[in-house]
């Protein structure tokens, strides 16, 4: 345990959110959209539907559900390229997601964007970002806005992975955070691997929460698997930042089940350690705590059925919306980030 590090782990504090049965429904229902959501995409790509590639988090659903869950609506959040989970749990809807993965007009970004590019200003995401560790300072950038405007009711949460950490621009915007004591909250997804390397190889301590206390940003480490627990880290970081108009920083361990992207040929890691971290899913951890706690199998097969039927309804939709034009005046006039529905080249 490290100086200026807040530790939160397990379910200590669970019988205060326990009363909520709204809450933990909505949580079940997310996770549940998260994953099917994600099991779609797989789908539709191994039929040659998803140009380019796409990252997926099957396995890490309760990082962003929970992370997002405890942020308020006028709250800001960069995703990273994992970040369909956070996208969702944000309120964009799953069919105009869908259609931006399927490259059709209809989608958030026009299609074109595609599955590592969405932003959806209407519910405050302003992005994913393909280069590592280049959302942090973007972060920095609108919590410098919102200090200008005065606007202190509110945050900016920006995700990136473990990998990520080692990049300069991470490090330069914690600094720039702490020393303006920016309203950004940093979260780390550390799922143990930037695409083939493990962590451990590549740091001396793989303790990544330390990395912000010598700026003095208050740290907070948890279970990244554990949704409530999640919820719970990222609330209190929420909490101190607005509190103290100054940064926070948490780390969420997790493991991702599935591949890095589409071309991952799963050749540097065990079949027995994909197991095990399949054992401590978030969702089946999750199942177990609601069944614990009063739920019972019915209610629960009823959450996943609604989402199901949401997620084939944003698929049957995403697949029925006709392609983008791709006349040269188009393509031009949807170059840069405007051609969001709502933006300037709507
Ligand atoms: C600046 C930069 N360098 C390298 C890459 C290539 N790259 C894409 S994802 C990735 C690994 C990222 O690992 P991590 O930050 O842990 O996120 P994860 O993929 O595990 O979610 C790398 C090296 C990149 N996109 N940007
Ligand atoms: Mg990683």
């Not at 959302?135 to 473990?162: N, Q, W, Y």
């Amino acid at each position: 345990m490290n100086a200026g590090i807040e530790w939160r782990a397990g379910m200590d504090e669970l019988q205060n959110i326990l009363p909520d049965r709204a809450f933990l429904v909505k949580v079940m229902k997310y996770l549940f959209l998260v994953r099917k959501f994600e099991e779609q995409v797989f789908d539709l790509f191994g039929q040659g539907k998803v140009h380019g590639t796409t990252h997926l988090g099957i396995g890490e659903e309760a990082t962003g559900v929970g992370s997002v869950f405890a942020l308020e609506s006028i709250d800001y959040v960069l995703a990273s390229h994992r970040g369909h989970g956070q996208v969702l749990a944000k309120g964009s809807p799953p069919r105009d997601m869908m259609a931006e993965i399927l490259a059709k007009e209809a989608g958030i970004n026009r299609g074109r964007g595609g599955s590592m590019h969405l932003s959806d200003l209407r519910c405050n995401v302003m992005g994913m970002d393909g280069i590592l560790g280049a959302a942090c300072p973007i972060a920095c950038g609108i919590g410098l806005s919102f200090r200008m405007k005065s606007l202190s009711d509110r945050i900016v949460a920006v995700f990136f992975g473990d990998g990520s950490m080692q990049q300069g621009a991470v490090h330069e915007a914690f600094n720039l955070a702490a020393a303006w004591r920016l309203p950004v909250l940093f979260i780390c997804t550390d799922n143990g691997y930037g695409m083939s390397t493990p962590l451990k190889k590549i740091v001396n301590d793989t303790d990544l929460s330390k990395r912000a206390v010598p700026y003095g940003i208050k740290s907070f480490d948890v279970d990244g698997n554990d949704v409530l627990a999640v919820y719970r880290t990222v609330r209190q970081a929420r909490s101190y930042i607005i509190e103290n108009q100054a940064p926070a920083f948490v780390v969420e361990h997790t493991y991702r089940t599935s591949g890095h992207s589409k071309s991952d040929g799963n050749q540097y890691r065990t079949k027995e350690e994909i197991a095990e971290w399949k054992s401590k899913n978030p969702l089946a951890r999750f199942i177990g705590i609601m069944l614990e706690n009063g739920f019972n199998r019915a209610e629960i097969d009823e959450i996943e059925r609604d989402a199901d039927a949401v997620i084939a309804e944003a698929v049957a939709y995403a697949e029925s919306c006709p392609n983008p034009s791709a006349t040269p005046e188009a393509l031009m006039r949807e170059a840069y980030a405007g051609g969001w529905k709502g933006g300037p080249y709507a």
